[in-house]
């Protein structure tokens, strides 16, 4: 259970790099430390913190990370217009957008290139769906070939916008994937389902579960983990 915290006081925030950031606190019941990570489009920091911890105890934490947190500061790529720019990112590669104010609205792919319509003011948003719309029918492909190699029945499928983690299971068997993988290399974005089916059979990562994604996943999964620590944030760039 998180609460989360409210008061009639600002907001806490902390400068780095001569930005003012909101400092977001959130009381976890099973928290036993304080946890703290600069949000992927860093907009943020988020700290998690015991039932018993004091907020000022929470901002002062920061405060005394400042050099790590303008670090990752630093490695948030500049946000992106893939409208300005012309191209989507699309399975780790680009996709021309060709745009006519008289095309059908509805997106057509062909190789390299997605033609679409309709006002232009709106056409950010309609990528955005249109790319959650392939997140939704490649990872639907994704978690049924794995659940069929681990045997196991494919759970339902939820797309998630989270901002810490690229996917998760739950206790009741809810395998919930971030859509902006719709946009990394297919063999990272795999990975990921690869991961939560693995959790269907085994919900901790014990030495049996890594076996069963050895098992399972068909590629390096220590070099899909490189690639979303080093260059998952850009997937954040475009969309907020």
Not at 35 to 63: H, Q, Y
Not at 167 to 181: A, F
Request: net charge positive; proline share 6%; glycine share 8%.
């Amino acid at each position: 259970m998180i609460e989360w915290l409210r008061s009639d006081n600002a907001q806490p925030a902390i400068e780095l790099s001569g930005r003012l950031i909101p400092i977001e606190l959130n009381r976890h019941a099973r928290a036993r430390r304080l946890t703290m990570r600069l949000a992927p489009d860093g907009s943020a920091v988020r700290i998690t913190l015991p039932k018993w911890c004091r907020s000022a105890d929470a901002v002062a934490f920061a405060k005394m990370r400042r050099a790590w947190l303008e670090t990752q500061l630093a490695k948030v790529p500049p946000p992106g217009d893939p409208v300005a720019r012309g191209s989507l990112r699309h399975r780790g590669g680009e996709l021309a957008i060709d745009w006519h104010a008289d095309a059908p609205r509805r997106p057509v792919l062909s190789p390299g290139t997605l033609t679409l319509g309709g006002p232009r003011e709106t056409l950010a948003n309609r990528l955005q769906r249109w790319l959650e719309g392939e997140a939704t029918r490649l990872l639907a492909a994704d978690l049924i070939e794995y659940c069929t190699r681990a045997r196991v029945e494919a759970p339902q499928l939820r797309l998630t916008r989270a901002g810490r983690r690229w996917g998760s299971c739950s206790s009741k068997g809810i395998v919930r994937v971030n859509w902006r993988l719709a946009m990394a290399p297919d063999w990272v974005r795999r990975s990921v389902v690869a991961h939560e089916v693995a959790h269907l059979v085994h919900f901790d990562h014990s030495p049996a579960f890594h076996a069963l994604l050895d098992e399972l996943y068909e590629g390096d999964i220590d070099a899909a983990d490189g690639w979303l620590r080093s260059q998952g944030r850009a997937l954040y760039a475009d969309f907020g």
